[in-house]
Nanobody, 120 residues
Framework: QVQLAESGGGLVQAGGSLRLSCKAS????????MSWYRQAPGKQRELVAD???????SYADSVKGRFTISRDFPKNTVYLQMNSLKPEDTAVYYC??????????????WGQGTQVTVSS
């Protein structure tokens, strides 16, 4: 089994910063994509940022220039640095990963989610 452990959420004022972390552990052979999604109350879950095993990065238009995704490959960890936060960034943030496990099966896993609240 694979576990994704997220941390770093919290309450911050508008204009502030937070850094989210997500560490994957367990029966992992190789991790491909690592991503951050978010879901605000009453809205659908949306992709925030993604980083591939080759280091290719993509962002949602709403966070470009403010958020930075990065990855520590040896530690199987992905980070999301969030700057210039806005109230509309308030959501539960979820880590997601595509990987190949030790039985060489391709699997997709979600973290438990971490709340980010931005006050105005």
């Amino acid at each position: 089994q694979v576990q994704l452990a997220e941390s770093g959420g919290g309450l911050v004022q508008a204009g502030g910063s937070l850094r989210l972390s997500c560490k994957a552990s367990g029966t992992i052979f190789k991790i491909d994509d690592m991503s951050w999604y978010r879901q605000a109350p009453g809205k659908q879950r949306e992709l925030v940022a993604d980083i591939t095993s080759g280091g290719r990065i993509s962002y949602a238009d709403s966070v470009k220039g403010r958020f930075t995704i990065s990855r520590d490959f040896p530690k199987n960890t992905v980070y999301l640095q969030m700057n210039s936060l806005k109230p509309e960034d308030t959501a539960v943030y979820y880590c997601n990963t595509d990987l190949i496990d030790l039985q060489f099966r391709r699997e997709n896993y979600w973290g438990q989610g971490t709340q980010v609240t931005v006050s105005s």
